[in-house]
Structure formats: structure tokens, C-alpha cells
Nanobody, 124 residues
Framework: EVQLVESGGGRVQAGGSLRLSCAAS????????IGWFRQAPGKEREGISC????????YYVDSVKGRFTISKDSAKNTAYLQMNSLKPEDTAVYYC?????????????????WGKGTLVIVPS
């Protein structure tokens, strides 16, 4: 059974940092693209960063470029999202997702396995 478990969310002041983790099990980690998505209250879920299988190419949505970094540790079957210079508009539930293959972008519909999410709050 595929499982994705996020951790690392919390409340942080604007300008601060958090590192989210996504512990994966039940599949061959290196064969899957891993993505981080978020959903703010009243908004649609959006893809913010994805890392492909194979060459590990990455994608970032414009709003997080230069602030967020996606990475993965195959030995630990874990993906990470380092979030720096956090802003109030980053407040959302953050989800980890996975899909077999490589994807140039980070679309919700490309993913077929999802974690339950972790909440990030950046007060204004």
C-alpha cells in the first residue's frame, strides 16, 4: 500500500523558515515523481514544486521560486520542502503527492497518491 506522510508544518513568523518532510512507503521511490501542493482556505489546490523521477529535474511555481527548495533522499524514501522567507500568503495545508514517471510541471491531475497534509500558518 502506498503511503505518504507529511510532517514539519507549524506556525512561523513572516520571514521565517520551515522544512516539510514526506515519508514514503509502499512503492519504488526512485520510479516516482514527488510533488508538494498546497491548498489555502477557499482556494483550489495548487502545485508548488515537483521533482521528477530519473534525472530529478525540478519545477517551481513562480510564487515560491527562490524561496522554496524541493529535494529527496532515496536512501530514506523521504522528500523535503525547505521553505524560507515565508509570507502570510504561504499559509495553507501542504500536501505531498506521488506519481510514477516524470512530469515537466506540477499538476494536481498528474498525481495519484496523496498524503493527508500538514498545516503551515504564517500570521500577517
Amino acid at each position: 500500500e502506498v503511503q505518504l506522510v507529511e510532517s514539519g508544518g507549524g506556525r512561523v513568523q513572516a520571514g521565517g523558515s520551515l522544512r516539510l518532510s514526506c515519508a514514503a512507503s509502499g512503492f519504488t521511490f526512485d520510479d516516482y515523481a514527488i510533488g508538494w501542493f498546497r491548498q489555502a482556505p477557499g482556494k483550489e489546490r495548487e502545485g508548488i514544486s515537483c521533482i521528477s523521477s530519473g534525472d530529478g529535474s525540478t519545477y517551481y511555481v513562480d510564487s515560491v521560486k527562490g524561496r522554496f527548495t524541493i529535494s529527496k533522499d532515496s536512501a530514506k524514501n523521504t522528500a523535503y520542502l525547505q521553505m524560507n522567507s515565508l509570507k502570510p500568503e504561504d499559509t495553507a495545508v501542504y500536501y505531498c503527492a506521488a506519481a510514477q514517471g516524470s512530469f515537466p510541471y506540477c499538476y494536481v491531475n498528474d498525481m495519484n497518491h496523496w498524503g493527508k497534509g500538514t498545516l503551515v500558518i504564517v500570521p500577517s
